[in-house]
């Protein structure tokens, strides 16, 4: 059986660059799927266009959401997604560089799954991720695939 | 009948101030031809210097005596009236009262003061008050003595007071009108009312003029029992130099539309009934602001009393229209400076959001690259630090490290800034448990560097806001962490101590290096560093300062080189406390 990508929803690609990086660091045996906007991350979890190709593109296990994105933003792809009735039990984690109390309990309101701040130094984003996949991937019962 | 003296006759009736002596008496006595002269001058006498009017008629009417108070009275001689019949003195319509009264004389009744009205000689109508008595001669009724006193005086002044009261009662309650802020509107209605229920007055109209803009408006206009409001119209033609300048003075003046040229729109007033004006200036405070207008087929209708009551209401309601004015205006100010507050507040809000945007942007946006940098340069001592000689190592540390410090400039800078917006909500703060969390959020620090700390602390309340209260105290705990000197053991004493009634300070008292008097004003300003020595960003003070500001409070520091240093932060107590 295939192991379910995460779904990296992060414009930045140095973040992409260093999450990926802490990913490999943390031995994680999920890829990881980016998706450079808000669009291209609600395009991907609905299976539209390209990604209509779960071949190529399947369906993630979990999100990390940056909150700022292009073209659509993070609060706004939590919104969309948790009013899905197919998705909405998925686990979203909001990974952003935002600490502002408005955007945590927008994020909250909309029925985030785990709010984390961005590191400041690659040791502590490993450690971060490190955490993040022992806890999402290997101890948390999942809701089970939609389709 | 017998030709007798007026004055005989009179005093036959009159002979005793005793009025049983009109009854009916045995005729030997009346007819005591003995009766003694001298009694007899002496009646005729009082008679004719009474002040009453005193008339003797016979029982048609006919005047047979006649006295001075009479002519007085009347103004007719007594050769003038004397054999003439009564009824020269009777208004046509009152006719049928004499007769009537002439009638209870012939059957013996006496008529007691009655109020009734005669004429003079001049025409002119005397009010007057009767009483007619029957004269007996040889026990039959030959005649009557009349007595008339003139009511007119008293009669004139009981009006004046009638009139008097009535106006007294009207300014009353115009006075109550304008006291209960009732509008000028209803307060001019009111006046017109009471001028045209006291003469029948076809049209009235009560006019503010605004002579700089050479307009006049209607306030209320009254026509035919109607009301209306509100009718703008030009000065001229009604309002001529002449009567414009007679308002001024003060003057009221009576005009004839018809003597007005001819204007259109005019012609209808100049036509009706309202031919005559009559136009009462209404001043308050010696200025014209008006005047009331009443028109009235006939000037005479404009009666003394009239004219009185309508200036003195006029002058009232001018007083209330002032009012109304200013009221208005006041109200108009009221509304301006609400809207110019509402602008402020919107502006200042916009303001707020627009700051608050732009220290969203900063956290996120500077921090974003700086992150990377360190980010990147971690990695590459991480990663690749095999291919970098130690200069190279050395240099890529320093990188991470200005990240770094760039990084903890702009949180410090921006917990600065949110300090300064928004409101800081003010509630009683237990200082025990506020000290507790700030030595809890730096424990690891001060178990690293060995630093003892003290706490005396009474259980003080003070009103704070518990955030910045553990922001201000954990600067400072910070600082006297920080500022160690390295010959001592560092220690730092955090007190609380009462100070005046209405205050609490908080020390915190490090054994450090110390701080020149010189340079303990400049250290509470942001970016000021006394050192490079030391780590910081020169925003720890600037944010204990504001934040104790922002409280209410104020801070300071007692310290000399050498000799370590005592920041103090002053609260408010709760006011129950």
């Known amino acids: 059986m295939r192991i379910p990508p995460v779904l990296l929803a992060e414009d930045d690609e140095n973040d992409v660059l260093l999450i990926t990086r802490a990913f490999q660091k943390s031995r994680l045996m999920n890829s990881i799927h980016v998706a450079v906007d808000g669009e291209a991350a609600v395009g991907y979890l609905s299976g539209e266009g390209v990604y209509n190709d779960r071949a190529r593109y399947p369906f993630p296990v979990a999100m990390l959401l940056d909150l700022k994105l292009p073209k659509k933003s993070g609060l706004e792809v939590l919104a969309w997604v948790k009013q899905q009735p197919g998705l909405k039990r998925m686990p979203i984690i909001v990974l952003t560089s935002s600490r502002d109390i408005r955007d945590v309990q927008k994020a909250y309101d909309l029925g985030v799954n785990s709010y984390l701040v961005k590191p400041f130094t690659p040791n502590e984003l490993t450690e971060m991720i490190n955490t993040f996949n022992l806890y999402w991937l290997v101890l948390n019962e999942p809701p089970g695939n939609p389709r | ?577």
């Not at chain 2, 003075?249 to 005009?255: A, E, L, N, W």
């Not at chain 2, 410090?412 to 809890?440: F, T, W």
């Not at chain 2, 000399?560 to 006011?575: D, I, N």
Request: net charge negative.
């Open chain 2, 1 to 577: 009948m017998a030709e007798r003296r007026p004055t005989e006759h009179l005093s036959s009736v009159l002979g005793s101030a005793d009025s049983s002596k009109l009854q009916p008496q045995p005729q030997d006595h009346m007819a005591d031809g003995s009766g003694n002269a001298h009694e007899h001058d002496r009646l005729a006498a009082i008679v004719s210097s009474s002040n009453d009017a005193i008339i003797g008629i016979d029982l048609d009417g006919t005047i047979e005596s006649w006295n001075q108070a009479a002519e007085r009275l009347y103004g007719y001689s007594e050769a003038e009236v004397l054999h003439k019949n009564i009824s020269l003195l009777v208004p046509p319509d009152r006719l049928g009262e004499m007769h009537r009264v002439l009638e209870r004389i012939r059957r013996g009744q006496r008529v007691e003061h009655f109020e009734a009205v005669r004429v003079a000689k001049d025409g002119r109508l005397r009010q007057v008050s009767i009483s007619v008595s029957p004269v007996y001669e040889g026990g039959r009724i030959v005649g009557a003595a009349t007595i008339v006193r003139d009511n007119s005086e008293r009669k004139r002044l009981e009006e004046q007071s009638r009139q008097y009261t009535k106006r007294l009662e009207l300014l009353h309650e115009m006075d109550r009108k304008i006291l209960q802020h009732e509008s000028a509107r209803e307060c001019a209605e009111f006046v017109i009312r009471q001028l045209v229920s006291m003469v029948a007055l076809p049209r009235a109209t009560i006019t503010v003029i605004d002579f700089n803009a050479g307009k006049a408006r209607s306030l209320v206009s009254y026509a035919k029992g109607e009301f209306s409001h509100g009718i703008d119209y030009p000065l001229e033609p009604l309002m001529g130099p002449e009567l414009s300048e007679a308002l001024r003075q003060g003057k009221t003046s009576i005009m004839d539309l018809a003597s007005l040229q001819q204007v259109e729109g005019l012609e209808r007033l100049q036509r009706a009934e309202s031919r005559y004006v009559c136009v009462v200036p209404m001043h308050v405070q010696n200025e014209l602001i008006g005047s009331l207008n009443l028109g009235a087929r006939t000037h005479e209708l404009f009666s003394e009393e009239v004219l009185v009551l309508a200036r003195e209401l006029g002058d009232q309601l001018a007083v209330s229209i002032q009012q109304e004015a200013l009221r208005n205006q006041i109200q108009r100010h009221a509304a301006e400076l609400e809207q110019r507050v509402a602008d402020r507040t919107k502006e200042l809000a916009e303001a707020n959001a627009a700051l608050e945007t732009f220290s969203y942007s900063v956290s996120h946006d500077l921090r974003a690259p700086l992150r990377t940098m360190q980010g990147f340069t971690e990695a590459l001592l991480e990663d690749h630090a095999p291919q970098l000689d130690p200069v190279g190592q050395d240099y890529a540390r320093r990188v991470a490290e200005a990240a770094r410090r760039l990084d903890r400039l702009i949180q410090d800078l921006l917990s600065y800034s949110r300090l300064s917006q928004g409101k800081v909500h003010l509630e009683p703060l237990d200082l025990h448990a506020v000290v507790r969390e700030v030595l809890l959020d730096f424990a690891m620090e001060l178990e690293q560097q060995k630093i003892e700390v003290t706490v005396e602390q009474p259980s003080l309340t003070v009103l704070g806001h518990q955030g910045t209260l553990i922001q201000v105290l954990g600067n400072l705990v910070n600082n006297a962490a920080k500022f160690v000197d390295p010959e001592r053991k560092p220690q730092i004493r955090i007190k609380a101590e009462g100070f005046y009634d209405r205050m609490v300070r908080v020390w915190v008292e490090d054994n450090g290096i110390g701080i020149a008097p010189e340079h303990q004003e400049r250290i509470f300003q942001i970016f000021e560093r006394l050192s490079n020595r030391y780590p910081g960003t020169g925003t720890g003070l600037a944010i204990v300062r504001k934040g104790a500001e922002r409280m209410g409070g104020r801070v300071g520091v007692v310290s000399q080189p050498g000799a370590g240093s005592r920041f103090w932060v002053e609260l408010p107590k709760p006011p129950s406390a």
